[in-house]
């Protein structure tokens, strides 16, 4: 009953030092309490917007040897991606980008 009692005393000590420890804004540690305080201190925070852009790629080249499904070699050919005279157009402009992207991601 003893150990039953100190138990119970122990976890209430650790929950109320928890629970204080957020009231205080150099010790809080979680989120809701650290944007609390801020709140009470007429601070109002605001979420950061994460940055857009856009990428439009139309023409790829390399100097590897790089060989499509056909067996052709790709280098020193500039690849644009809508070219109506190259059927193979789509196909070798994903295996050019693939390449490059192959060791840097």
């Known amino acids: 009953m003893i ?3 100190a138990f119970l005393g122990q976890s209430l000590a650790f929950r109320i030092d928890l629970a204080s420890r957020e009231n205080f804004i150099e010790l809080a ?3 809701e309490s650290v944007l609390r305080i ?3 201190l007429s601070y109002n925070a605001k979420r950061n917007i994460t940055s857009k852009g856009f990428l439009k790629v139309d023409t790829v080249s390399t100097t ?3 060989l499509d499904n056909n067996g052709k070699n790709l280098a020193r050919q500039v690849i644009q991606w809508n070219d109506p005279t190259n059927p193979n157009r789509r196909e ?3 295996t050019i980008m693939n390449a490059a992207m192959r060791q840097n991601t």
């Open 38 to 40: 801020a709140r009470m």
């Open 64 to 66: 590897e040897a790089i």
């Open 29 to 31: 540690s979680r989120r």
């Open 3 to 5: 150990d039953a009692v």
């Open 92 to 94: 070798q402009f994903i």
